[in-house]
């Protein structure tokens, strides 16, 4: 029978098959990249709040406790939010003419609890415990990065499964002292992982890696 291809369309079709093979690699690559990039986990990117509440002015130059706003982070699993009313303790008083507060007066009078935007937030299927962290020497800070350096709050970590993982497989590369949990200053010592180590034992921490610790 007659060749219909010429010889060289073999070589042809070979490298179109592997040059194939090298797209599909790469574009799942891409996509494997981007599914963890900043820009889909929204990591450092700050969010826009109906009242552009700084935690930059009210705890680092203000000084006020986590605890004053997020009344619940030691004793549950939800941090807490603060209701207008904590606002109204200082706010009834200060800045009574601010234009930026309009909303939170607003609140007060009618009742109608602020919206404010989630910044952090896991999937339904995810089980998080924010007391059991602050409980065993995880800071704030850990998580949630210099929040005392943010006038808007942004995500200062993916959230995403490998970065659980990644303190849940050894805590003892960031636990810290009980006393030093709300700390916006402290850093990690130079023998951290010793330190880590010691801690670790004395709190009894566990390194919690089964599936059902995250996913009941
Ligand atoms: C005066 C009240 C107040 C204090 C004090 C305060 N916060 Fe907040 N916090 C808020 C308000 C209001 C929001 C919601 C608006 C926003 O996201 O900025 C918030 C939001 C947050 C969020 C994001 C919540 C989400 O949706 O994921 C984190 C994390 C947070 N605060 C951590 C802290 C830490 C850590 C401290 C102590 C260093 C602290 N806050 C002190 C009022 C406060
Ligand atoms: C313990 C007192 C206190 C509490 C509670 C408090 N604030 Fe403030 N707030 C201040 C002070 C003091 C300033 C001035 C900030 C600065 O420049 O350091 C301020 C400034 C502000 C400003 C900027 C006002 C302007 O015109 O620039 C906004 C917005 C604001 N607060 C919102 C809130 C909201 C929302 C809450 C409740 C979640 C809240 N504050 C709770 C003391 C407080
Ligand atoms: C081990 C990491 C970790 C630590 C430590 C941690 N957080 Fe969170 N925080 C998270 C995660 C994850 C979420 C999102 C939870 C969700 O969507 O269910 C969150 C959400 C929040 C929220 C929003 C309300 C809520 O509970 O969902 C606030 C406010 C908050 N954190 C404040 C704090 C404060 C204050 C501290 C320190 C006392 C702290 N967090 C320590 C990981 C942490
Ligand atoms: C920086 C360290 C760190 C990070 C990050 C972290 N954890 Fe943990 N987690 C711990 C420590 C320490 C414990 C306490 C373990 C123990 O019980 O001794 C813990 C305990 C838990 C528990 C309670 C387990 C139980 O049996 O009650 C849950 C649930 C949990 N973590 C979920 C998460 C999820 C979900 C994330 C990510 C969104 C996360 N953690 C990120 C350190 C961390
Ligand atoms: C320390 C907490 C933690 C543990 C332990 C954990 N997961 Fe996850 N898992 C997460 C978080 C957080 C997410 C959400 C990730 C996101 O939103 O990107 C997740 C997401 C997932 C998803 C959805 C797909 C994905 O990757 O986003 C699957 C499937 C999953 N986990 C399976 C498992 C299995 C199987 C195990 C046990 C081998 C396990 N997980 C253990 C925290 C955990």
């Given amino acids: 029978m007659a060749q219909i291809f010429h010889r060289s369309t073999n070589t042809l079709s070979r ?4 040059g194939a093979v090298f797209i599909v690699a790469g574009i799942l690559g891409a996509v494997g990249i981007f599914v963890r990039s900043p820009y889909v986990t929204r990591e450092g990117v700050p969010v826009v709040q109906p009242v552009p509440f700084s935690h930059k002015h009210h705890v680092n130059d203000d000084g006020i406790d986590c605890r004053y706003c997020h009344t619940s982070v030691e004793v549950s699993s939800f941090a807490g939010m603060p209701p207008t009313e904590t606002c109204m303790n200082c706010h009834s008083q200060l800045f009574t003419t601010s234009p930026v507060l309009v909303p ?10 602020i919206q404010w935007n989630r910044v952090n937030q896991l999937p339904d299927f995810v089980y998080f ?5 602050v409980n065993k020497g995880v800071g704030c800070t850990t998580c949630h ?6 006038p808007l709050m942004m ?5 995403q499964m490998t970065w659980c993982l990644d303190c849940h497989r050894d805590p003892a590369k960031y ?8 700390s916006m200053t402290w850093q990690p010592p130079a023998d951290q992982l010793e330190a880590g180590k010691k801690l670790v034992t004395e709190y009894h921490i566990e390194s919690k890696t089964n599936c059902s610790t995250c996913h009941r």
């Fill in 175 to 182: 636990v810290r002292p009980l006393d030093q949990v709300f």
């Fill in 129 to 133: 415990d924010h007391s059991i962290h």
């Fill in 155 to 159: 995500r200062a970590a993916s959230l």
């Fill in 104 to 113: 939170v007066f607003a609140s007060a009078r009618t009742d109608m609890p």
């Fill in 145 to 150: 990065g210099q929040v005392d350096q943010m």
């Fill in 15 to 18: 490298v179109t098959i592997f």
